[in-house]
């Protein structure tokens, strides 16, 4: 039991260190999940519950900042969004393509497509901010004076995932940090940047599939 209380001591201490760079964005849901009857992947890590909280964490963010009402004023369209490839630094990589389905799905089912429209990317929000200039700039995609050959994107959108994972041996406790962000993709500027942090605590004879 000491030992319990003393890993989930150090896990908050260092995540809330690890997340004080993150802004006002981020917020806290912890769950403990070691009375379940409940056996499979959502007993513990980023899966089920955890990409539906953190879904609508960012599909609330983006009506917030009314984006696509700024946009549609001064481009007279839709904005597009592309979501890039989670970065995933946590032990469950499997769940990175589920993540980024769930996600698109998600927002195509909250926006019309006079609010927004979406696309999905697969590499390094870096290089593929790089690359969809230089494809608009080629007449490869589109920008924002005219319609070409392929849609460009107007922003990417894209989350990363960070862990801290501690075990006494009997359980395991998993705090997961999401922080997400909204790329420009012409200007590079940072629309918005935002985390949420969710903690879960298992079993360690747990099977991750």
């Keep these: ?62 009506k917030k900042q009314k984006i696509s009402e700024n946009f549609r004023a001064k481009w007279n369209d839709a904005p597009i969004v592309a979501v890039i490839r989670a970065q995933n630094d946590t032990r469950f990589p499997e769940v990175t393509q589920i993540f980024q389905e769930d996600l698109v799905t998600a927002m195509m089912e909250r926006f019309t497509r006079e609010q927004y429209r ?47 994972s501690m075990t006494d041996g009997e359980y395991e406790d998993d705090t997961i940090l999401y922080t997400y962000e909204l790329i420009d993709t012409e200007t590079d500027e940072l629309i918005f940047k935002g985390g949420h942090k969710i903690r879960r605590v298992s079993e360690k004879s747990a099977v991750y599939r």
């Design 1 to 62: 039991m000491k030992m319990r209380i003393l890993l989930s001591f150090l896990s908050l201490l260092v995540f809330a260190s690890f997340a004080s760079g993150v802004g006002t964005g981020c917020r806290d849901s912890t769950r403990v999940d070691i009375d379940d009857d409940e056996v499979g992947p959502e007993s513990s890590g980023p899966y089920a519950r955890d990409l539906v909280e953190v879904t609508d964490v960012i599909v609330d963010k983006l």
């Design 118 to 164: 979406f696309s999905q990317r697969d590499s390094d929000v870096q290089a593929a901010v790089g690359a969809e200039k230089e494809a608009k700039e080629s007449g490869e995609r589109t920008d924002r004076t005219g319609r070409r050959t392929k849609l460009g994107a107007d922003y990417f959108l894209k989350a990363k995932f960070s862990t801290l």
